[in-house]
C-alpha cells in the first residue's frame, strides 16, 4: 500500500514519524532502535503484533497497535487514504484508563438438558472432563446404560436465572431412573419445585431458551440437537469452562445518582426497559446492576439521564477524546466530509476486513471507529462527533442482532432531531444492519455529500455523559449553521422542560423532595416554586409524586437553559402569623382550611376565637392555646368507658334465667 507520510506528518505533527517497508522481517532492527527512544509508541500494523510485543519485550505495555492496512491502505481510494490514516494513528495515541474485573469461578459441574440419545451422547463426550448430569424431557425412549458414568434424569425446568459458576433452576417433573430399567428407562415417581445448581448449563432441547439474549448469558451454552456440528461446537465450548475468569466490569453505578424511585413511586425506568439479560433489577429507591450477569452492550448507560451508570471500556469521555483526536487529525492533514462508522470489533472489523481483502475496501473518507459494543454510544458522543467535523455518522450491526438495540435506535432518532434542528440537514446519523460486506460497501457509497460545520470545535473536556452532553450541544449550537434556541425531542429525552397547572398546584412542594437534581426547587422565604432546565433529565419523579397530577413533562433541548437563571412555576402570597406577623405558610392554604372548619367542626365553633389559631404559626399557636387554657376536648361527649372481660362476666352472671316447665303430664279430660 502507498504511505502518504507528508499528510501522516500534518496530522500528527507532535509525533516523529518513522516510514518503514518491512518493518517485521528485513527492517526489524529499526523497530529496536526506535523502540529504544522514550516515550509511547504507536506502530501501524496489527498483524504482527505478536512479533512486534516479543521483541519489544519490557516495551510492550506502552505500545499500541492500530490496523492502517485493512482499514484505509488496501482499498481503490488507498492513495488518497493518507489523511484517514493520520486520524487513525492519532485515535491510537489516546490513553485508555484501565477498567475494572469481576471473576466468575466454575468447577465443572455441568446440566446437559436434552429430550433424548443426542443429550446422553453429548454426556459421554463430557464425562471425562466435567461432572455430568444429563436431564432428559418429554417422553422419548432412551436405552439405559451398561454402566452409569453419569447421572441421567427427567425433569422439565421451569425457571433458570445465574450465570457461568452459579446457576439455579427450578426442575418440575423431576424423576430418577429405576435401577431395573430394561429396554428403556423408566422413571420413578416425579416431584416438582425442586432446585438444582450447578456452573454451565448445555441446552439441547431444541425449545426456547432459557435465557433472555441467551448468547450473551456466560455458561449457558445452546445448540440445536438436530446439528451434530453445532452439538460438537457447544460441547467443545463446554469442556474449557473450568477453572476462573476474569470478566470486565463493564458498567459502574453510583446508587445516589440514581432517579428510579422515591418513596416507592417509579420515576426513570429507562435502563430496566433497555437491559437485554435481566442483570439490573429494582432496588429500593434505585436499581442494581448484576456485573456477573451483566453482558456489557451499554444500552443502560447510553440512555440514563442522570450519570449514576457510566461505561468503563471505555469511559466516555475517553471515547471523546479518541473521537476528537481523529477527527482533528483527518482535518489537519487536509480530509474533508468525514464519515465515522462505529462498528464494533467482533462483526464490523471482519466485515471491513473482507471488504478491502476481496472488494474496494473502505472510502478514504470513511473513518472507522471500534468500540467494545455498538450500543455503548451515547448521544454526547454523537452530538461531538459533528462539533468536531464529522459530516455523517454511520452505525455498523448484524442484521441480525444479538440483543435488542432499541437504545441504539432511540440514541439515533434524538441525535437526528437536533442536528437536523440546527442546519445539518440530510440523513446524517443511520445505521446500517448487514453481515454482507458488499451490502456495507454499497451502504456507504450510497451516502449523499453533506457539508460539516464550517468551524469545527477542538474542545476537550472529562466528566460524566451529563456533563459532556452540555459541552457538546454548546459547542456544535456555536458552530452550527442554522442555530435555533429550542428544539422539540422525542420522548424519554434526557432533556426538557417541565409544565405546571398552575389552577390546580397547591405548593405543596412533593415535587421539590422527590427530584433528584435539584431542577426543581423552593424558597425558604416565600411559597414559590421554581424550575431550572439545565438540571431537568426527565426522570419522571415529580409527576409521579405530585398528588393533583397538575406536572407536565416536555422534552425538549433549550440552548439558553445553561445560562438562564430558575424560572418561578407558581408563586404565591405568603400566609403571615396574626400574632407575629411571621411567614409560615400559604396564604390561600390556610384561608381554605379555615373556611372548611369553622362552624363544621366541633372544635371551631362558627364566630368562635378558638379560629384564630389556625392563622398562627406554630410558636405563637402554643402561646395562644397556653393563655386561653384551650381544651380541646371541652364541649364533647363523653363516651363510656370501654367494656372491659369482667364486665361482660358481670353482666352474665347478674342476668335473670329463665326456669325450665315441668314436664307434660297425663293428659285431662
Same mark, same amino acid.
Given at each position: 500500500?502507498?504511505?502518504?507520510?507528508?499528510?501522516?506528518?500534518?496530522?500528527?505533527?507532535?509525533?516523529?514519524?518513522?516510514?518503514?517497508?518491512?518493518?517485521?522481517?528485513?527492517?526489524?532492527?529499526?523497530?529496536?532502535?526506535?523502540?529504544?527512544?522514550?516515550?509511547?509508541?504507536?506502530?501501524?500494523?496489527?498483524?504482527?503484533?505478536?512479533?512486534?510485543?516479543?521483541?519489544?519485550?519490557?516495551?510492550?505495555?506502552?505500545?499500541?497497535?492500530?490496523?492502517?492496512?485493512?482499514?484505509?491502505?488496501?482499498?481503490?481510494?488507498?492513495?488518497?487514504?493518507?489523511?484517514?490514516?493520520?486520524?487513525?494513528?492519532?485515535?491510537?495515541?489516546?490513553?485508555?484508563?484501565?477498567?475494572?474485573?469481576?471473576?466468575?469461578?466454575?468447577?465443572?459441574?455441568?446440566?446437559?438438558?436434552?429430550?433424548?440419545?443426542?443429550?446422553?451422547?453429548?454426556?459421554?463426550?463430557?464425562?471425562?472432563?466435567?461432572?455430568?448430569?444429563?436431564?432428559?424431557?418429554?417422553?422419548?425412549?432412551?436405552?439405559?446404560?451398561?454402566?452409569?458414568?453419569?447421572?441421567?434424569?427427567?425433569?422439565?425446568?421451569?425457571?433458570?436465572?445465574?450465570?457461568?459458576?452459579?446457576?439455579?433452576?427450578?426442575?418440575?417433573?423431576?424423576?430418577?431412573?429405576?435401577?431395573?430399567?430394561?429396554?428403556?428407562?423408566?422413571?420413578?415417581?416425579?416431584?416438582?419445585?425442586?432446585?438444582?445448581?450447578?456452573?454451565?448449563?448445555?441446552?439441547?432441547?431444541?425449545?426456547?431458551?432459557?435465557?433472555?439474549?441467551?448468547?450473551?448469558?456466560?455458561?449457558?451454552?445452546?445448540?440445536?440437537?438436530?446439528?451434530?456440528?453445532?452439538? &460438537? /461446537? =457447544?460441547? $467443545?465450548? #463446554?469442556?474449557?469452562?473450568? +477453572?476462573?475468569? !476474569?470478566?470486565?466490569?463493564? *458498567?459502574?453505578?453510583?446508587?445516589?445518582?440514581?432517579?428510579?424511585?422515591?418513596?416507592?413511586?417509579?420515576?426513570?425506568?429507562?435502563?430496566?426497559?433497555?437491559?437485554?439479560?435481566?442483570?439490573?433489577?429494582?432496588?429500593?429507591?434505585?436499581?442494581?446492576?448484576?456485573?456477573?450477569?451483566?453482558?456489557?452492550?451499554?444500552?443502560?448507560?447510553?440512555?440514563?439521564?442522570?450519570?449514576?451508570?457510566?461505561?468503563?471500556?471505555?469511559?466516555?469521555?475517553?471515547?471523546?477524546?479518541? &473521537? /476528537? =483526536?481523529? $477527527?482533528? #487529525?483527518?482535518?489537519?492533514? +487536509?480530509?474533508? !466530509?468525514?464519515?465515522?462508522? *462505529?462498528?464494533?470489533?467482533?462483526?464490523?472489523?471482519?466485515?471491513?476486513?473482507?471488504?478491502?481483502?476481496?472488494?474496494?475496501?473502505?472510502?478514504?473518507?470513511?473513518?472507522?471507529?471500534?468500540?467494545?459494543?455498538?450500543?455503548?454510544?451515547?448521544?454526547?458522543?454523537?452530538?461531538?462527533?459533528?462539533?468536531?467535523?464529522?459530516?455523517?455518522?454511520?452505525?455498523?450491526?448484524?442484521?441480525?442482532?444479538?440483543?435488542?438495540?432499541?437504545?441504539?435506535?432511540?440514541?439515533?432518532?434524538?441525535?437526528?432531531?437536533?442536528?437536523?434542528?440546527?442546519?445539518?440537514?440530510?440523513?446524517?446519523?443511520?445505521?446500517?444492519?448487514?453481515?454482507?460486506?458488499?451490502?456495507?460497501?454499497?451502504?456507504?457509497?450510497?451516502?449523499?455529500?453533506?457539508?460539516?460545520?464550517?468551524?469545527?470545535?477542538?474542545?476537550?473536556?472529562?466528566?460524566?455523559?451529563?456533563?459532556?452532553?452540555?459541552?457538546?450541544?454548546?459547542?456544535?449550537?456555536?458552530?452550527?449553521?442554522?442555530?435555533?434556541?429550542?428544539?422539540?425531542?422525542?420522548?424519554?429525552?434526557?432533556?426538557?422542560?417541565?409544565?405546571?397547572?398552575?389552577?390546580?398546584?397547591?405548593?405543596?412542594?412533593?415535587?421539590?423532595?422527590?427530584?433528584?437534581?435539584?431542577?426543581?426547587?423552593?424558597?425558604?422565604?416565600?411559597?414559590?416554586?421554581?424550575?431550572?432546565?439545565?438540571?431537568?433529565?426527565?426522570?419522571?419523579?415529580?409527576?409521579?409524586?405530585?398528588?393533583?397530577?397538575?406536572?407536565?413533562?416536555?422534552?425538549?433541548?433549550?440552548?439558553?437553559?445553561?445560562?438562564?437563571?430558575?424560572?418561578?412555576?407558581?408563586?404565591?402570597?405568603?400566609?403571615?402569623?396574626?400574632?407575629?406577623?411571621?411567614?409560615?405558610?400559604?396564604?390561600?392554604?390556610?384561608?381554605?382550611?379555615?373556611?372548611?372548619?369553622?362552624?363544621?367542626?366541633?372544635?371551631?365553633?362558627?364566630?368562635?376565637?378558638?379560629?384564630?389559631?389556625?392563622?398562627?404559626?406554630?410558636?405563637?399557636?402554643?402561646?395562644?392555646?397556653?393563655?386561653?387554657?384551650?381544651?380541646?376536648?371541652?364541649?364533647?361527649?363523653?363516651?363510656?368507658?370501654?367494656?372491659?372481660?369482667?364486665?361482660?362476666?358481670?353482666?352474665?352472671?347478674?342476668?335473670?334465667?329463665?326456669?325450665?316447665?315441668?314436664?307434660?303430664?297425663?293428659?285431662?279430660?
Amino acid at each position: 500500500m502507498r504511505l502518504d507520510t507528508a499528510a501522516i506528518r500534518r496530522g500528527c505533527s507532535d509525533c516523529d514519524i518513522v516510514e518503514a517497508r518491512q518493518l517485521c522481517r528485513s527492517e526489524l532492527e529499526r523497530l529496536r532502535n526506535t523502540a529504544a527512544v522514550a516515550g509511547p509508541l504507536i506502530v501501524g500494523c496489527t498483524q504482527e503484533a505478536p512479533l512486534f510485543a516479543d521483541e519489544l519485550d519490557g516495551r510492550a505495555h506502552s505500545t499500541a497497535f492500530v490496523n492502517i492496512r485493512e482499514t484505509a491502505g488496501w482499498s481503490t481510494e488507498g492513495p488518497q487514504a493518507g489523511p484517514k490514516m493520520a486520524g487513525l494513528l492519532a485515535a491510537a495515541s489516546e490513553p485508555v484508563p484501565p477498567h475494572p474485573f469481576v471473576t466468575l469461578s466454575s468447577e465443572g459441574v455441568i446440566l446437559i438438558y436434552g429430550r433424548d440419545d443426542v443429550a446422553v451422547e453429548a454426556g459421554r463426550l463430557l464425562a471425562d472432563h466435567l461432572d455430568v448430569t444429563v436431564m432428559l424431557m418429554g417422553a422419548a425412549p432412551v436405552a439405559p446404560q451398561a454402566t452409569t458414568p453419569f447421572p441421567i434424569v427427567r425433569g422439565t425446568i421451569r425457571n433458570a436465572r445465574g450465570h457461568l459458576g452459579a446457576f439455579s433452576l427450578t426442575i418440575d417433573g423431576y424423576a430418577v431412573p429405576r435401577p431395573s430399567s430394561r429396554a428403556a428407562l423408566a422413571f420413578e415417581t416425579a416431584r416438582s419445585g425442586l432446585t438444582s445448581q450447578c456452573d454451565i448449563v448445555l441446552d439441547l432441547s431444541g425449545g426456547p431458551a432459557l435465557f433472555a439474549a441467551h448468547d450473551l448469558r456466560d455458561g449457558y451454552l445452546r445448540a440445536d440437537p438436530r446439528d451434530p456440528s453445532a452439538m &460438537l /461446537r =457447544a460441547v $467443545l465450548r #463446554a469442556r474449557d469452562l473450568v +477453572g476462573s475468569f !476474569d470478566k470486565p466490569r463493564y *458498567v459502574d453505578f453510583t446508587a445516589e445518582l440514581c432517579a428510579h424511585s422515591r418513596s416507592g413511586l417509579i420515576g426513570c425506568h429507562r435502563c430496566l426497559d433497555l437491559c437485554p439479560t435481566g442483570a439490573i433489577t429494582p432496588d429500593g429507591d434505585h436499581v442494581r446492576i448484576n456485573a456477573e450477569v451483566c453482558a456489557g452492550c451499554g444500552q443502560c448507560t447510553a440512555a440514563c439521564p442522570t450519570g449514576a451508570a457510566t461505561y468503563a471500556l471505555p469511559p466516555a469521555d475517553t471515547l471523546l477524546h479518541t &473521537l /476528537r =483526536a481523529m $477527527l482533528l #487529525a483527518y482535518r489537519n492533514a +487536509g480530509g474533508s !466530509d468525514a464519515i465515522v462508522l *462505529v462498528h464494533d470489533g467482533e462483526h464490523g472489523s471482519a466485515l471491513i476486513d473482507a471488504l478491502a481483502r476481496h472488494g474496494d475496501g473502505l472510502a478514504a473518507n470513511v473513518l472507522p471507529l471500534a468500540v467494545n459494543e455498538v450500543t455503548e454510544v451515547g448521544l454526547e458522543a454523537v452530538i461531538a462527533a459533528f462539533a468536531y467535523g464529522a459530516a455523517a455518522i454511520r452505525f455498523l450491526v448484524r442484521a441480525r442482532p444479538r440483543h435488542d438495540i432499541a437504545g441504539l435506535h432511540h440514541t439515533i432518532a434524538m441525535a437526528g432531531t437536533i442536528t437536523s434542528g440546527l442546519g445539518l440537514t440530510g440523513r446524517r446519523i443511520e445505521a446500517i444492519a448487514t453481515d454482507d460486506p458488499d451490502a456495507l460497501d454499497a451502504a456507504l457509497r450510497t451516502i449523499a455529500p453533506a457539508p460539516a460545520v464550517a468551524h469545527p470545535a477542538t474542545f476537550r473536556t472529562v466528566g460524566k455523559r451529563r456533563d459532556l452532553l452540555r459541552i457538546a450541544l454548546h459547542e456544535l449550537h456555536r458552530a452550527a449553521p442554522s442555530p435555533v434556541d429550542v428544539i422539540a425531542l422525542p420522548d424519554g429525552a434526557p432533556l426538557g422542560a417541565v409544565s405546571v397547572n398552575v389552577d390546580g398546584c397547591t405548593l405543596c412542594l412533593s415535587c421539590v423532595s422527590a427530584c433528584p437534581t435539584g431542577a426543581l426547587r423552593d424558597d425558604p422565604d416565600r411559597p414559590v416554586l421554581k424550575f431550572v432546565e439545565d438540571s431537568c433529565v426527565q426522570c419522571g419523579l415529580c409527576q409521579s409524586t405530585c398528588p393533583e397530577k397538575v406536572i407536565t413533562l416536555t422534552p425538549r433541548i433549550d440552548f439558553r437553559a445553561t445560562r438562564a437563571p430558575a424560572e418561578i412555576l407558581k408563586e404565591e402570597e405568603p400566609a403571615l402569623c396574626i400574632r407575629c406577623n411571621t411567614p409560615f405558610g400559604i396564604k390561600s392554604t390556610i384561608d381554605r382550611i379555615a373556611v372548611r372548619l369553622e362552624g363544621r367542626h366541633w372544635m371551631y365553633p362558627a364566630g368562635d376565637r378558638r379560629l384564630d389559631t389556625v392563622r398562627m404559626c406554630a410558636d405563637c399557636r402554643v402561646i395562644a392555646m397556653s393563655e386561653q387554657q384551650f381544651d380541646p376536648f371541652a364541649g364533647v361527649p363523653k363516651r363510656a368507658p370501654p367494656r372491659t372481660t369482667d364486665d361482660y362476666l358481670r353482666a352474665r352472671d347478674t342476668e335473670p334465667r329463665d326456669e325450665p316447665a315441668p314436664p307434660a303430664g297425663p293428659e285431662t279430660r
